[in-house]
């Protein structure tokens, strides 16, 4: 079993900046994907971003040229560097990372409260 950890979270004035970690206590699984998801009060999980073991990362629309995803696919470990903070982007941060070999298994952090205020 793999457990991930999220740290960085915590309360943040609009216009400041906040950076998300995710470590995978396993490095010994080789992750195909690693991203985050958030989650705000009365609504879904909703992707923030993403990262390919290859490089490639996709981003939800409302970060877009705000936050930006980093990995290191050798270690498991992920970082969300989130700059320009909204009030709207109040949510718990999930960290989640997945792997293709030899079964597709996926994996969740226990979330890290963000909260920005106006």
């Known amino acids: 079993q793999v457990q991930l950890v999220e740290s960085g979270g915590g309360l943040v004035q609009a216009g400041g900046s906040l950076n998300l970690s995710c470590a995978a206590s396993?490095?010994?699984?080789?992750?195909?994907?690693m991203g985050w998801f958030r989650q705000a009060p009365g609504k879904q999980r909703e992707l923030v971003a993403i990262?390919?073991?290859?490089?490639?990362?996709t981003y939800a629309d409302s970060v877009k040229g705000r936050f930006t995803i980093s990995g290191d696919f050798a270690k498991n470990r992920v970082f969300l560097q989130m700059n320009s903070l909204k009030p709207e982007d109040t949510a718990v941060y999930y960290c989640?990372?997945?792997?293709?070999?030899?079964?597709?298994?996926?994996?969740w952090g226990r979330g890290t409260q963000v909260t920005v205020s106006s």
């Open positions: 990262i390919m073991s290859g490089g490639s990362t």
């Open positions: 396993r490095t010994s699984i080789t992750m195909s994907t």
């Open positions: 989640h990372q997945k792997t293709t070999w030899p079964s597709t298994q996926e994996y």
